[in-house]
Structures are given as structure tokens and as C-alpha cells.
């Protein structure tokens, strides 16, 4: 005689298939008779108001607002300068440290206290530690930077 060519682990696997078949089965027939004992109102809607908040109700239309699609602005809004006081490009400030042999430095702001870096790409003059200098700032990679630094 021939042994079954099902093992026990297919026959345990289709016994759960079964299962799952017969419990969704019941569920879909629950669902059935749940919604003929409630009037069979089907799915509720959810409405968004003017504000953006979910109501039961329908939105007023009055209370829509007419946008025109000139005037909706994509991108990143201009910049209004009328409040921003106008600042000293040129600032003063001393050498706290320089390496002649590496080829940069930091200066220290007389005004705010804030150390900037300065590299030799950046020099007007020769500088040395302590030297009194004036300089303008520039974005770097990592912060601020020293530039056009010449002695006073």
C-alpha cells in the first residue's frame, strides 16, 4: 500500500482555511442581520466646515470662501525688510587664534562676543595672534566665517 501523499502538515493548514473561511462567512451574515435591525442606514458621512474641523452636518455654503488661483503664492513668501534695522557689515573684532603653518583662525567679535572662523583664503593683510582686525561675515559650511579681514 501507498502512503498518503498529503503530509500532516498541509491537511492542519487547510483545516485552518477552513476556519477563517467559515468565521469571515459569519461575520458577513451578523453584519447582515445587524443592518436589517437598524433600518439598513448604510455608512454615515462625515462633512469638513470652513475651519477644517469633521461635522455630522452638511457646511453652510455662505460660509465658503472664493480663493482665486492668481493668488495663491507657491514657494517660499518674500522677505519684508521694513522692520530689520540695517547692521554694520564691517565688523571689528581681535585675533584670539591664528596658525601660520595650518592656514586658519578665529576671531573674536568686539561686539557680541562670538568666535569666527577665518582662513587664509579669506586675508587682506598677514595677521598674527592679538592683532586688532576688521572683517566681514559670510556663511560657511559650519556657521559664520571670517572674511576680508585686513589689520586696523
Not at 7 to 10: A, C, E, I, L, P
Not at 18 to 43: F, N, T, V, W
Not at 83 to 89: A, F, G, L, S
Given at each position: 500500500m501507498a502512503k498518503s501523499q498529503q503530509?500532516?502538515?498541509?491537511i492542519e493548514k487547510e483545516k485552518?482555511?477552513?476556519?477563517?473561511?467559515?468565521?469571515?462567512?459569519?461575520?458577513?451574515?451578523?453584519?447582515?442581520?445587524?443592518?436589517?435591525?437598524?433600518?439598513?442606514?448604510?455608512?454615515?458621512?462625515?462633512?469638513?466646515d470652513h475651519n477644517g474641523n469633521l461635522t455630522d452636518t452638511p457646511p453652510n455654503p455662505e460660509d465658503k470662501i472664493k480663493v482665486k488661483a492668481e493668488s495663491i503664492e507657491i514657494g517660499i513668501p518674500k522677505r519684508d525688510d521694513s522692520?530689520?534695522?540695517?547692521?554694520?557689515?564691517i565688523r571689528k573684532g581681535k585675533v584670539s587664534f591664528y596658525d601660520n603653518s595650518k592656514g586658519f583662525g578665529f576671531i573674536i567679535d568686539t561686539e557680541d562676543n562670538e568666535k569666527y572662523f577665518c582662513h587664509v583664503s579669506g586675508l587682506l593683510d598677514e595677521i598674527q595672534e592679538n592683532d586688532k582686525v576688521q572683517f566681514e561675515l559670510e556663511k560657511g559650511q559650519r556657521g559664520m566665517n571670517a572674511v576680508r579681514v585686513k589689520l586696523i
Open positions: 503530509t500532516f502538515n498541509k485552518a482555511r477552513a476556519k477563517k473561511r467559515e468565521e469571515k462567512k459569519k461575520k458577513k451574515e451578523a453584519r447582515k442581520a445587524e443592518a436589517k435591525e437598524s433600518g439598513g442606514q448604510g455608512i454615515q458621512f462625515a462633512y469638513v522692520n530689520i534695522e540695517e547692521i554694520d557689515p
